[in-house]
């Protein structure tokens, strides 16, 4: 990438506006020799591939005021992917980070592949094509000023968005914003700043958006004011995806005060107001019969019943020696901080959506078809998001909303409650793992793992509608599952003949890609049965670990956890440090954690009555290439570090009789004060590759298993079913059936 030249396009635009190239799919890397699949091709590889053909549709402009704009074909969700973009225009234009404006592009179907937010994949597949993008502009921008200073381009540069030229003479970009724009499309070279000279690129920066963050100015989608969009909320069924059979009091609940509407639609019944505490009190006050749901009667027993009979075969005992494990993964809710939320705005001859998507394209041509529409009929802007951790990879506010919107004739803003997300939103499927390794003396000869799990929805596809249709239909959902299980699935030991497996089984539930997909599991499953094995051949698990390593950047992120967090020193019984490694998207991570299972501390009561051990310290070590912004990259680290936690000791939902038990966040125990390490360190290494990593998802799967392997150290016995504290019913469940109390706190303030 030093110094290198790249073709681009200034556009044809009233003022300056530049382009990549429509670039070619590079091939995948077939001289690497491995038998892993990832080390020649990974997901993240396939979808930069895919995106690259339509990378030149990502523009730059500059306008008059000084400022320069890019539409990002992404999500914005808190991840920080706008300051990072912004970061990169502003290093190869030599512009003021605060005179960056990235927005949000709205859906647009000839992107293709190319606004799919997920994966880890934005920085990846976006890093070259918006550097190329801006540094047309900077040579653009040089050329206009230039002539308007009556120097040459030799005798000219940008620095802080001014063209400086001979004898203290300068002009703003603004002022040549509309200088340096063409009529006609032109073909143009550029070349990118060498690392060397990054000046942006590799320093901590804080969010462009932090200010309007944290003084409540910054709008999502329910802050929106769209004329004529009223609150909206839907009464929902007490089992999963249960159906309206009868509503015995429609035309009483309409009359109640500030509702305008009452209709029935196909998740339930909806009801428009002027307020949402209005729409909350409407919604408990219906009384509604429900036909039974997709998981009638089932309970977690029943379910993980189900998983055994449909693991698949381990095959044939070895016949050397080997260390096993089978583990039990429960669901967990795909909940983020914002609720599920659309608005929308339906008429006979076109309709205009505004919500949270990370694949915006489906979204458009899936409610066309549902609309009779044609796409250029259908407009979906995307908002920025309060977290998604996968939950926005799915439509189903935004299909509601128009539905809705629809039947009635008048435009909605549909939130869900709180306890919809948790009891008919998006979850973590239930999962088991089978995992075996053969060994003799101190060779490794094999690694098996089976995994098997209620079926992961991955309706979205890569971003489009077909491979969205596909991986909808019958057989071909679980092909593509198990592509994907494939090449997102990394080993990094040299443990021999290496066979994973992936099975699906159970349709029965709306679930959904959490953060970081299948690798948490599997991570947890596979660091678990490495600890048992190190025992067994009476080594040390760290070095053990290091002995099997034959990458240089998984050996260098484990041993610097290994030193920053003093491994291996003595703590007192009960206690117990934990290490675990992970690799994916050409980057790594390695955690170290220390935990507290001393009785004292697994019998302490807190105020919401949850229980159990207390990880202590953790010490989380990261590679994900060249980094952008160094404090977005800890941030995301940090994140990272609480959901695996969360994994492995606290979060889970309880099906019970086809329905979850939690109906908010104050019964589901994600990781809390008490629980959070008091000792938190997070380590960036640096950077050998040149090329940015994924990152968004790396930290989480290490730090479950971590955290998974201290627990067996400290208590003696290897966990086997998570999160740990599952068992543990630690509140009383609200009714099934609407409407829900809330406690403490008024449904008002939930809704809110």
Partial sequence: MDRRRFLGFVLAAPTLMTAAPLLSAAPARADVPSADITDVVDLNDLMTLAALPTSGLITVQVHTDGTVSLALPRAEVGQGITTSTAMLIAEEMDVPLDRVRVTLADARPELLFNQLTGGSNTTIATYTPVRVAAAVARERLLQAGAVALGATTAEVRIRAGTVHGPAGRSIGIGDLAERAAVLKPQQVTAELKASAEFTVIGTPRSRVDALEAVTGRKKFAMDLAVPGAAPTMVCRPPTINGKVESVANAAEVRAMPGVTDVVVIASGVAVRARTFGQCVDAVRALRVSWGPGTAKGKSDASVLAGLRVAEPSMGLPPLTPSVEGRFTFHFRSNSALETNCAIADVRPDRAEIWSSLKAPIVAKEAIAAKLGLPLSAVTVHVTEGGGSFGRKLFFDAALEAVEISKKIGKPVKLMWHRADDSRQGRTHPMATSRVRIAYAG????????????????????????????????????????????????????????????????????NTGSMRNVYSPDVTCARELVVDALASRMGKDPYRFRRDFLDDDRSRAVLDKVAEAGDWGRAMPDGTAQGIALHSEYRSASAVLVEIDCRPETVGRQVRDGVTGPRVTKVVLAVDAGLTVNPRGLDAQMMGCAMDGIALALTSSLHLRDGYFLEASWDNYFYTRQWNTPPELKIIIMPDTTGKPGGAGELGVAATMAAVACAYGRATGRMPTSFPINHETLAFEPKPAVPPIPQSPTDGRDHAH
């Avoid at 249709?469 to 092909?479: T, Y």
């Avoid at 997102?488 to 159970?506: C, H, I, K, V, W």
Wanted: hydrophobic share 40%; net charge negative.
């Fill in 442 to 509: 101190g060779t490794v000869l094999s690694y098996k793992q089976r995994h098997t799990s209620v079926s992961t929805d991955l309706g979205h596809g890569f971003g489009e509608i077909v491979t969205a249709f596909a991986a909808k239909l019958p057989v071909a959902d679980l092909a593509f599952s198990e592509v994907f299980f494939q090449l997102s699935q990394s080993m990094p030991y040299d443990f021999g003949a290496n066979s994973r497996l992936l099975n699906e089984t159970d349709k029965s539930f």
